[in-house]
């Protein structure tokens, strides 16, 4: 974002303070004395220029094209800097604002899943007690139906008893009657050869 400025081919020299030779200033070292030269009067209105210029900013001839280049890249260069500057202060409480809404929308999520978890536990504890309820009464149901089916499996043995003493009854009846048949007959031919 900075822009260098390549000095122009007929750069003037730097101007020295009065009285103090050249040499010295080369060396880096600072004159003893300044001598101030008076110069022209000045025009009316005029402003003098402000003591509170920063270092970054050194001073500058109005008059010189290559200095006002050098302030209007600088005064642009600040421009640019704060706009960036906001840009991303910008775009950093978004993402601050973004991410602390997935915060509060996740601690919500959690609440009402918390809720739900705590609703469906009851609902369970409900769906177990009905179902042992439902469970105990089906064993009830089967102890009776056990117990019916154990008398009625007994009323089945006693027929079968009173079925088989029938039967022995019959066979013993038949018998009977077969030898009261052979007697008849006996006694029919008896009285046959009687009567002759």
Do not use: H
């Not at 020299?13 to 200033?25: M, R």
């Amino acid at each position: 974002m900075k822009e260098t400025i390549s000095p122009s081919p007929s750069a003037p020299e730097p101007e020295l303070p009065f009285g103090t030779p050249q040499s010295s200033v080369a060396a880096g070292a600072e004159p003893d004395e300044v001598v101030v030269i008076k110069g022209p009067p000045r025009p009316a209105g005029y402003v003098p220029p402000t003591s509170s210029r920063t270092q970054e900013e050194p001073e500058m001839n109005p008059t010189n094209p290559t200095a006002l280049n050098v302030k209007r890249s600088v005064d642009r260069q600040r421009k640019e800097q704060r706009a960036v500057t906001s840009i991303l202060s910008g775009v950093g409480l978004g993402l601050l604002l973004i991410i602390g809404g997935c915060a509060v929308l996740a601690g919500f999520g959690g609440f009402v899943l918390w809720k739900q978890i705590q609703r469906q536990s009851v609902t369970v504890d409900q769906m177990e007690q009905r179902i042992n309820k439902e469970i105990a009464s089906l064993q009830a149901r089967n102890a009776e139906l056990s117990s019916g089916l154990e008398s009625a499996g007994a009323q089945l043995a006693k027929q079968l008893s009173l079925l088989e003493q029938s039967k022995s009854q019959l066979n013993r009846n038949e018998k009977d009657m077969e030898t009261v048949r052979r007697r008849l007959s006996i006694l029919e031919g008896d009285s046959g050869d009687r009567r002759r």
